[in-house]
T-cell receptor, first 114, second 113 residues
Framework: DTEVTQTPKHLVMGMTNKKSLKCEQH?????MYWYKQKAKKPPELMFV???????INESVPSRFSPECPNSSLLNLHLHALQPEDSALYLC?????????????FGEGSWLTVV | GNSVTQMEGPVTLSEEAFLTINCTYT??????LFWYVQYPGEGLQLLLK?????DKGSNKGFEATYRKETTSFHLEKGSVQVSDSAVYFC????????????FGAGTRLFVKA
């Protein structure tokens, strides 16, 4: 069982809706990530939070807004999305130590924009 | 730049066949290397990793050795099972002012009974 929990597992939203994806981990990790994965493609990094501060934004459109309320939680706020934003959104976490460490993924949230 | 190149799939094998999935990388600095597996409809699971040259990662019968001289991290398994059918991603991890994991395109494996 994964120790990174994502909700909801499935979300269908209209282009004018506002919704949020949520992620929680209790492994004591201090780095958290959002990835986007389209069908038959590898995950693409969107955002990295390190010690609750945004450290990497991979030029993601502003209709995606991340938030890290505390060290265990990571949200992705969605507003005015486009159908091409439909994808699997993966949350992940790791220890932000000097050495490269393993990232642990949740099972993802399947997003469909209609 | 930093990148990962995997052999294209799909790869179709019979049960108990030998598996090799090739992976090569380009990176600045000293990356860690990973293999992740994704079963249908699920997220990614770490399969194995290696953090420095000549390290061998292994798990569930899968192995991969970090070869700095050939910049490779090929995945092998001596005898595949139907339950190994999945997509396999090779990845490298870098600390570039933040922690990035860069994935290869993925290789889909089908194992027939």
């Amino acid at each position: 069982d994964t120790e990174v929990t994502q909700t909801p597992k499935h979300l269908v939203m209209g282009m004018t809706n506002k919704k949020s994806l949520k992620c929680e981990q209790h492994m004591g990790h201090r780095a958290m990530y959002w990835y986007k994965q389209k069908a038959k493609k590898p995950p693409e990094l969107m955002f990295v939070y390190s010690y609750e501060k945004l450290s990497i934004n991979e030029s993601v459109p502003s209709r995606f807004s991340p938030e890290c309320p505390n060290s265990s939680l990571l949200n992705l706020h969605l507003h005015a999305l486009q159908p091409e934003d439909s994808a699997l959104y993966l949350c992940a976490s790791s220890q932000p130590t000097r050495e490269i460490n393993t990232i642990y993924f949740g099972e993802g949230s399947w997003l469909t924009v209609v | 730049g930093n990148s990962v190149t995997q052999m294209e799939g799909p790869v179709t094998l019979s049960e108990e066949a030998f598996l090799t999935i090739n992976c090569t990388y380009t990176a600045t600095g000293y990356p860690s290397l990973f293999w992740y597996v994704q079963y249908p409809g699920e997220g990614l699971q770490l399969l194995l990793k290696a953090t420095k040259a000549d390290d061998k990662g292994s798990n569930k019968g899968f192995e991969a050795t970090y070869r700095k001289e050939t910049t490779s991290f090929h995945l092998e398994k001596g005898s595949v099972q139907v339950s190994d059918s999945a997509v396999y991603f090779c990845a490298l991890g870098l600390n570039t002012g933040g922690f990035k994991t860069i994935f290869g395109a993925g290789t889909r494996l089908f194992v027939k009974a």
